[in-house]
């Protein structure tokens, strides 16, 4: 089964997919909408699910540092109950505080100017997020082999 990352911005949804061993997550493409049109972005999510046989998705969850819900995680929530009602899928949550920024750093450290950072950042961004996923999950998943 493959995965799908999500980094949903106001005007972008960054996307990443793993690979069939759910091992690495890999930028996969960058959507555009304009402001508020979520609808837009979750038609061409789901084609990119049907086309890469998805089976689970991840959507970041911008909380706020202190941990607390702000506007743009009630908006990821609410994007995510769309996300399942039109995919028919399982949607997971992922911290993805200072996702964004560590992405910025790996594309700043590979000499990328600051235009082409900015088309590439929510992608890179969800990859960040889905394979923080898929590593604690190995972590569960081999914790839960060895207790056996």
Do not use: W
């Not at 689970?56 to 607390?68: E, F, R, T």
């Not at 700043?108 to 898929?134: E, H, N, P, Y």
Request: hydrophobic fraction near 40%.
């Amino acid at each position: 089964m493959r995965i799908i990352g999500l980094d949903l911005g106001t005007r972008t949804l960054g996307i990443a997919i793993s690979d069939q061993t759910e091992t690495i997550a890999t930028y996969y493409k960058t959507i555009r909408f304009m402001e508020g049109d979520f609808m837009s972005a979750l038609e061409e999510v789901k084609k990119i699910i049907n086309e890469e046989n998805i089976g689970l998705i991840v959507l970041g969850l911008p909380k706020n540092m202190n941990n607390s819900v702000g506007e743009s995680a009630i908006r990821t929530l609410n994007f995510k109950e769309k996300l399942e009602e039109l995919c028919n899928l399982p949607v997971e949550v992922q911290d993805e505080r200072l996702s964004t920024v560590e992405a910025n750093h790996y594309l700043v450290a590979s000499d990328m100017s600051r235009k082409k950072r900015k088309k590439k950042i929510d992608g890179v961004a969800a990859s960040i997020i889905l394979q923080t996923f898929l590593d604690k999950r190995k972590v569960v998943m081999h914790g839960r082999k060895d207790d056996i």
